[in-house]
Structures are given as structure tokens and as C-alpha cells.
């Protein structure tokens, strides 16, 4: 994704330089907190992170906002790729942002990947 007009003025005033090639696709860098195999017993949280065999960040997600039914909640907790950099730059500088489930939310919400990702 190419920053808007609107975005990439923005960008400059903060000093960030936007992704370019693909740099973007790669996923987001964030720290492994849950080891493969976890230790027995234990359980994860939201925005814990582990890598699979095949190298992938997977982060735990728990639903905590009110756009979920319980059952919903209960079906969609588990283990999700973490998002490309291009998606975590896409969600900073947009009004909207994702939860693993594919809605759309505020960046601030709850389930935002920006909030399980503690980036805002």
C-alpha cells in the first residue's frame, strides 16, 4: 500500500519513512512471549505471541469488544498470523483498523491489531 497524499504529509512532519518493495509483506517484528511447546499448563492471553514450526508469528486473541456474542467469542479465540508490516503501517495512518477476525474497527478498539499489538 502507497500512503495517500494526506498520509505521506504526515509521514514527513513525523519523520517516517514510508515502506516501499517489499519490505512491507514481511510480518510485523514482535517479541515471542509463549514458547513452542508452551511450559505445561500454560494458558495464553490476548497478545501473546509464539512462532510456529514453519516460522510464522502467531498471536493469541481473546474478543473483548461488545461487536461479539459470547458464542461468537468462544469460536473466534485462538491463534492468528500476525499482520505484515504493510497492514500495521496501512492501520496507523487510516481511521479504521482490523481485528484477526477480519472486521473492521477503530485502531483504538479492543480487538484492533493495533491495541493487541500494544501499538496505541
Known amino acids: 500500500m502507497a500512503l495517500l497524499p494526506e498520509q505521506q504529509q504526515i509521514a514527513t512532519a513525523i519523520g517516517y519513512v514510508a515502506l516501499d518493495g517489499d519490505e512491507g509483506t514481511a510480518q510485523y517484528p514482535t517479541d515471542v512471549d509463549f514458547p513452542t511447546p508452551p511450559p505445561k499448563g500454560a494458558i495464553p492471553c490476548t497478545g501473546n505471541v509464539r512462532k510456529d514450526k514453519h516460522g510464522t508469528l502467531r498471536c493469541y486473541w481473546i474478543p473483548a469488544g461488545d461487536n461479539y456474542t459470547s458464542e461468537e467469542k468462544d469460536e473466534l479465540q485462538g491463534w492468528y498470523d500476525v499482520p505484515t508490516l504493510e ?17 473492521e474497527v477503530e485502531p483504538d478498539h479492543p480487538d484492533s491489531w493495533l491495541k493487541i499489538l500494544s501499538l496505541v
Open 87 to 103: 497492514d500495521i503501517e496501512e492501520y496507523t495512518f487510516d481511521d479504521t483498523c482490523y481485528t484477526p477476525a477480519g472486521d
